[in-house]
Structure formats: structure tokens, C-alpha cells
């Protein structure tokens, strides 16, 4: 009996904590996680009030040498990478882990090493502010100058992989 008992509630709770990361609701809009699946290039990076900032992103470098880089998400296994390609930044391919959390409706990622293991204690959480099939927003409050800034990322699909 104790051991049905605990099947049960195991399974309850598996089941509940999958949910969390392959699926969010945004505007009355369930986005799964599979929506993020493929190779996208961040086209821009946007800032409340038009004014531009040097803001270094993940802890990495700064937003100029973001744009235009290569970002894969792959959404069986929450792996992805992006690649810095301006010349004029210090280039290569990065990696993290990334999830969907459905309780904050937020995207989250962690930067790892290329085998994918924690390189120190640091993650990022970004608001999910839109997805469709060709384009993801993502978004985050920072504070720039004693006063809260918008951040916006804008990725472009540019190839559905895996």
C-alpha cells in the first residue's frame, strides 16, 4: 500500500515539475519550449528611452559584439550556444543550459562550459515578452545609472533544426 501511495505522489510531482519548463503562458498564449528549437540570430538589442548603453550581457561582453551572433536552442535537452562573430570582439562559441519557467513566465539560461557543466554560480533570467515562429523577444529590467532600464532582445529564426 505504502508503495502504490508513493508511486503515486512520485509520478504527481514528476508530472507537475516537467510542465513547469516545456511550457509558458504568455498572453493567454501557451508557448512550448519546442518553439525555441533552431538556429536564430540576435538582430537587436533595444533599450527603454532610445538611448544606447554598454552593458555587458551573461557576464560575457558588451551588447555591440552580441549583435548579429548565432544562437542554437535545442529543446530535448535544453542545451544551446551562441557564437560572437564581430571581429572587433573577442569571437567563439559559448555555451548554456536553458529553460522555461512557467510559475515566473520567464526564459532562463546558464552559461556552462562546452561539456555543458556549471562554470561558476552565475544564471540570468529574462522575461519572455514574445514568441512566433520567426521571431522571440526577450526582455530584462536593469538598472543603469541609479534608474531602471528596459532591455530588449530580438532574435530571427534563421534555420528550424534537430
Do not use: H
Not at 501511495?5 to 508557448?31: D, H, N, P, W, Y
Not at 567563439?92 to 520567464?106: E, H, Q
Not at 556552462?112 to 515578452?129: A, H, P, Q, R, W
Request: contains cysteine; charged residues 25%; hydrophobic residues 35%.
Amino acid at each position: 500500500m505504502n508503495r502504490v501511495l508513493g508511486f503515486i505522489i512520485m509520478s504527481m510531482l514528476l508530472i507537475s515539475c516537467g510542465s513547469k519548463q516545456s511550457t509558458v503562458s504568455i498572453a493567454g498564449r501557451e508557448i512550448d519550449k519546442k518553439e525555441f528549437k533552431g538556429n536564430w540570430t540576435l538582430a537587436s538589442v533595444d533599450f527603454d528611452g532610445y538611448r544606447k548603453y554598454n552593458v555587458t550581457l551573461f557576464n560575457d561582453t558588451d551588447t555591440d559584439c552580441f549583435l548579429v551572433s548565432d544562437w542554437n536552442f535545442v529543446s530535448n535537452n535544453n542545451k544551446g550556444s551562441y557564437e560572437i562573430t564581430s571581429n572587433s570582439c573577442e569571437t567563439g562559441k559559448r555555451y548554456f543550459i536553458w529553460v522555461l519557467d512557467s510559475a515566473s513566465r520567464t526564459f532562463k539560461l546558464k552559461p556552462t562550459d562546452e561539456d555543458y557543466n556549471s562554470v561558476d554560480d552565475l544564471g540570468y533570467t529574462l522575461n519572455i515578452k514574445s514568441v512566433s515562429e520567426n521571431q522571440i523577444i526577450l526582455g530584462q529590467r536593469l538598472t543603469i545609472d541609479g534608474g531602471p532600464v528596459n532591455m530588449e532582445l530580438k532574435l530571427i529564426r534563421t534555420t528550424l533544426n534537430q
